[in-house]
């Protein structure tokens, strides 16, 4: 092992390469590593997002990583994980029957990534190479609430909502407006007067022109 690591340091020095200098940069660069792994970013990355999240909320985001992330990429330098990797971990939740969970714990893992290459930890989020991998979740539709006790837990649970602030947003419009999805989205600022508390739009579904006050 010294005859090799003499040798090194003959060619290194042959090709004007301090190996001393050469043993500090590895050196460097391995605790580098050590502190971007997955995990260390990751829970770096949620601690700084619990300050805007609900305590419950919070929870399940630290719950799916701690289960589901940390176990299988917890140790690997952050910029090194790719598609493949993470895709593994979310087949076996796919196989178990946890579709919602293996969207949840993807929507989590892009996240970290993007705080990755915001603190320049990573130069690119591999789950976006992973859109349409999974099956899309079977939507349930469910039938319209009129008990006001259960109107009133509805209303509190979207303003609990805070996953997406387009989405927290959008729910709570349209449980102001009582409007379709569709007509909710596509609203412009146009359509709308402050002034005189109106918004003028058309029904999707009908083509029916419709004035709405405020």
Request: glycine share 4%; charged share 35%; hydrophobic share 40%.
């Amino acid at each position: 092992m010294a005859r090799d690591r003499r040798d090194e340091a003959r060619r290194l020095l042959a090709d004007d390469i301090d190996p001393g200098a050469r043993k500090k940069e590895k050196k460097a660069t391995e605790l580098e590593k050590a502190e971007n792994t997955f995990e260390a970013i990751a829970r770096e990355w949620h601690q700084k997002q619990t300050h805007t999240w609900t305590e419950r909320h919070a929870h399940y985001v630290l719950k799916r990583l701690e289960l589901y992330l940390f176990p299988r990429l917890g140790n690997k330098p952050i910029a090194e994980i790719t598609a493949k990797d993470i895709l593994a971990t979310l087949r076996r939740l796919e196989k178990e029957g946890k579709l919602h969970t293996a969207h949840r714990t993807l929507t989590a893992c892009s996240q970290a990534f993007r705080y990755a290459i915001a603190t320049g930890k990573a130069e690119a989020d591999p789950c976006r190479d992973l859109r349409g991998a999974l099956p899309p979740e079977k939507v349930k539709h469910r039938a319209a609430i009129t008990n006001p006790v259960k109107v009133g837990a509805l209303l509190r649970a979207i303003d609990s909502y805070e996953d997406s602030i387009v989405v927290s947003c959008a729910m709570r419009l349209a449980s102001l407006v009582f409007v379709r999805p569709g007509e909710l989205r596509k609203a412009e600022w146009k359509d709308i007067d402050f002034d005189n508390a109106e918004w003028r739009f058309t029904i999707t579904k009908t083509n029916t022109p419709t004035l709405l006050h405020w």
